[in-house]
T-cell receptor, first 113, second 113 residues
Framework: GESVGLHLPTLSVQEGDNSIINCAYS??????FIWYKQESGKGPQFIID?????DKRQGQRVTVLLNKTVKHLSLQIAATQPGDSAVYFC????????????FGSGTQLTVLP | DTAVSQTPKYLVTQMGNDKSIKCEQN?????MYWYKQDSKKFLKIMFS???????INETVPNRFSPKSPDKAHLNLHINSLELGDSAVYFC????????????FGSGTQLSVL
């Protein structure tokens, strides 16, 4: 089956800087994408989503960008805070009837003081 | 008032034993899932139930048997536990009509000795 991958397994940023987490997906038929945040000892938590008819969506301090031409997804976190330290997953929903989520391998974001 | 709750949080057991993990959601969702997260944080779907009916059953050994007594509960029973079953197991649910935005429980860390 097709899979979702990430460019970098780890990312360290200074507190207050902006963070960019990248994700490459391979299923060109996917039409819905989600970013999840998983803190240590907890389950993944929804951050933001985007449908394939959009190329940008903004939330509170987070922005997701979708480039369907190169099948690339990114999560931007503005003014990164210590509480943002976590593993971030991108996930895609294929176009089949079950529309199950396929998760990428995750990026560990560490915010440095 | 936890939305998706699963018990136990930690489960340590010997090879060959049988164990169960329970999950309950109070979100009114129709669809519930079990995911397995390995030591590299990779999340993979195991099962999906919609309104007590099995709709997704990925390639999982038949030692794993999900049971859904009602649409708010999805339990996972594992027979003859093996070392390779050690992982974190997450229960999740999603809104009616969509298999997309998942709400996860906090996970059950299973250690098979």
């Amino acid at each position: 089956g097709e899979s979702v991958g990430l460019h970098l397994p780890t990312l360290s940023v200074q507190e207050g800087d902006n963070s960019i987490i990248n994700c490459a997906y391979s299923n060109s038929a996917s039409d819905y994408f989600i970013w999840y945040k998983q803190e240590s000892g907890k389950g993944p938590q929804f951050i933001i989503d985007i449908r394939s008819n959009m190329d940008k969506r903004q939330g509170q301090r987070v922005t997701v960008l979708l480039n369907k031409t190169v099948k690339h997804l990114s999560l931007q976190i503005a003014a990164t805070q210590p509480g943002d330290s976590a593993v971030y997953f991108c996930a895609e929903t294929g176009s089949g009837s079950a529309r199950q989520l396929t998760f990428g391998s995750g990026t560990q974001l560490t915010v440095l003081p | 008032d936890t939305a998706v709750s699963q018990t136990p949080k930690y489960l340590v057991t010997q090879m060959g034993n049988d164990k169960s993990i329970k999950c309950e959601q109070n979100l009114g969702h129709d669809t519930m899932y079990w995911y397995k997260q390995d030591s590299k944080k990779f999340l993979k779907i195991m099962f999906s139930y919609n309104n007590k009916e099995l709709i997704i059953n990925e390639t999982v050994p038949n030692r794993f048997s999900p049971k859904s007594p009602d649409k708010a509960h999805l339990n996972l029973h594992i027979n003859s536990l093996e070392l390779g079953d050690s992982a974190v197991y997450f229960c999740a649910s999603s809104q009616p009509g969509g298999h997309e935005k998942l709400f996860f429980g906090s996970g059950t860390q299973l250690s098979v000795l």
